[in-house]
């Protein structure tokens, strides 16, 4: 359930399910040990390729934890993905505002986001106007591709002591 004070505009554009996964620390634990990041953005792409900050990612299959992840979260998310991007926040990490690109996605689909480890604050942002949103372990977020033409989001840097934090980030992308 989203917070009561999102406007109607946003909260229209967003699916919100908290509690998604039963037990995210084993999938977290999965992920953390078996993902090989890349160490630039400590980042990771499986499925068709997907170009992210300025890096290329090469085309690799889903992992059985990641394939398993999207089947279940298909349903919600009203698209079938065929892209994963993983990002690891150790401590305080975190990313700036912005609007995800939406050029390559399939018509009708949107970004939905599992976090898994810390709980951490999604802030969207239109001009003037700031929401948070609190990502807790095991939680999907769907976000739909109006939403990404309007509004910004960011993950603020929280305390160094935060424990870490991965986002799975799954896309439908229309290849050529």
Excluded: K
Aim: aromatic fraction near 10%; charge should be negative; avoid cysteine.
């Amino acid at each position: 359930m989203l917070p009561r004070d999102f406007p109607g505009d946003l909260a229209d554009e967003l699916r919100f399910f908290p509690v998604f996964l039963d037990a995210p620390e084993r999938l977290f634990e999965e992920l953390l040990a078996t993902v090989v990041w890349d160490t630039r953005l400590r980042t990771a792409s499986f499925g068709i390729p997907y170009n992210y900050s300025g890096l290329t990612y090469p085309e690799l299959p889903f992992p059985p934890a990641i394939a398993t992840l999207a089947e279940r979260a298909t349903p919600p998310l009203g698209f079938l993905p065929n892209n994963a991007l993983l990002n690891l926040y150790a401590g305080d990490g975190g990313m700036g505002f912005h609007s995800d690109s939406s050029a390559a996605l399939a018509s009708g689909s949107g970004v939905g986001i599992v976090s898994l480890g810390a709980a951490r604050e999604l802030v969207f942002r239109r001009s003037v106007e700031r929401y948070t949103l609190v990502l807790p372990a095991g939680s999907l977020l769907r976000m739909s591709l109006p939403m990404q033409a309007t509004w910004q989001h960011a993950l603020p840097a929280a305390d160094p002591t935060t424990a870490a934090r991965i986002s799975v980030t799954f896309r439908r992308i229309v290849s050529d």
